[in-house]
Every structure is written in structure tokens, then in C-alpha cells.
């Protein structure tokens, strides 16, 4: 797996793609919190805090996850170097497991420079450190965790297909709606009955509760949960070698 992992890696940052999907993003959260004239802009709306990011983040994440994950398998079957690879002792389980590690590992590094965006408004409040420290590193680690499930669902459409654009698609489809068509369904008036079991299946609702600072199991497991489910799909698909 560990071979997967750095395999993955080196060839996401060996060309100008993994940087300019990483750059876009980070340049986008930093339009959209520091220069964008939006009731997020942390210039102008007079509030210590970087609630922008954690509105932006997740949809920015929709179109940054699946590029970072559309050539997992797409390209491997494309290429013919999936059967090569298949002949490594190595499990379908172990195999998967190593691309989406490299996924989350390359959104944790997406990440990581948007701390510097906490510690710039932190240094700005009044007084210094005015900031509601334990709702941001919940928001933060709330936000990594929706990544994650992106990343098991960008996996498992790559799985599906020899085509990056396509997988590209389809992950972009299945994040969007487990994002919000859940919230879309709930709102449905001949739903009012289950519009709160309906909301609690898609992943903004777990979200949202992270992100209050508030770390709750629940929350925890249905993230797991949403990535279990993903990764042994896609497991499945590679068991079937229909290639």
C-alpha cells in the first residue's frame, strides 16, 4: 500500500497539473475571503473569523477532489499499466486504500496553507488571538472530512471508467448531490414528514455540525461511513475486471 501511496504522489506533483488544481483552489479561497466584495470578506466585514473559507471550501472542493482523483484508475486502464500493476502482491483492498490515501494526502496539503489565513486573523482581532479557536480547528478538521469522502467517491467513479473526463463527471455529479441534493429532497413539501432522516443522509448536514466546533461521534462515524462504503465499491468494480 505504501508503495501505491508514494507511486500516486510522485506522479500527481510530476506534472504542472497537481500544482495548477492545488493553485486554483488556494486562489480562489483567497479571492473570495480577502479581495471578493461578499459578506465573508474578512477586510470588510469587521469579524474576526474565517467562516468564508468554510463556506467556499466545500464547493471548490467539488471540482478540486475529482481532478485530483479522475486519473486513479482511468489512467491506469487507458495506459494499459493496471494489469502490471495487478501482478504487484498487493489486494484490491490495498490497492484502493493507496490511491485514496494519496488523495486525502494531497487535499491535507491543499490545506495547509489556508492555516496561514486563521493565524493572519488572529493576529488582526481586537484584542490579538480574538478568535474562536475551537469552532475553526472543528470547521478545519469538518472540512478535511468531507474532502475525504470526496475523495473515496472521485475513486470509485475513476474505477468505473478509462476516461478522465468521465470519471471527472461522474465524481463531480455524486459529490454535488451528497453534498446538497439531500438538502434539495428534504425541502420537497410531500417530504415534510422525513425532511429531517432526509437532510441527516447527505453530508452538509454533518457538516454544518462539525463546523460549529463540536466534534460529535455521530458526525465522525457518518463520514467513515460515506468513505467505507465508496472504497469497497470501488473494490468491488476492480474485483470484477470487466477491463
Not at 467556499?56 to 475529482?66: D, K, Q, T, Y
Amino acid at each position: 500500500m505504501l508503495y501505491i501511496l508514494k507511486k500516486e504522489l510522485t506522479s500527481f506533483f510530476s506534472s504542472l497539473t497537481g500544482y495548477i488544481a492545488v493553485g486554483v483552489f488556494l486562489l480562489l479561497c483567497s479571492w473570495f475571503l480577502w479581495l471578493s466584495p461578499n459578506d465573508f470578506n474578512v477586510l470588510s466585514a469587521g469579524h474576526a473569523n474565517i467562516n468564508g473559507l468554510f463556506y467556499i471550501a466545500p464547493w471548490a472542493f467539488l471540482f478540486l477532489v475529482p481532478a485530483i482523483t479522475m486519473r486513479s484508475f482511468a489512467e491506469e486502464k487507458k495506459t494499459g499499466t493496471m494489469e502490471m500493476l495487478l501482478t504487484r502482491p498487493i489486494t484490491d483492498l490495498r490497492l484502493v486504500l493507496g490511491k485514496f490515501l494519496a488523495a486525502v494526502a494531497v487535499i491535507a496539503l491543499a490545506l495547509l496553507p489556508t492555516l496561514l489565513y486563521f493565524f493572519t486573523v488572529s493576529v488582526l482581532g481586537n484584542p490579538v488571538g480574538n478568535v474562536d479557536s475551537g469552532a475553526t480547528w472543528g470547521a478545519f478538521i469538518g472540512l478535511l472530512l468531507l474532502a475525504s469522502c470526496y475523495a473515496a467517491v472521485g475513486i470509485f467513479a475513476s474505477a468505473l471508467t478509462d476516461s478522465q473526463i468521465v470519471a471527472f463527471l461522474i465524481a463531480a455529479a455524486l459529490c454535488f448531490f451528497l453534498y446538497i441534493g439531500f438538502d434539495g429532497l428534504a425541502a420537497l413539501p410531500f417530504l415534510k414528514n422525513i425532511n429531517s432522516l432526509i437532510a441527516n443522509i447527505g453530508i452538509n448536514e454533518h457538516y454544518k455540525s462539525i463546523s460549529r466546533g463540536v466534534v460529535e461521534l455521530r458526525d465522525v462515524v457518518y463520514f467513515a461511513g460515506v468513505m467505507a462504503v465508496f472504497i469497497a465499491a470501488a473494490r468491488l468494480k476492480l474485483r470484477a475486471r470487466t477491463w
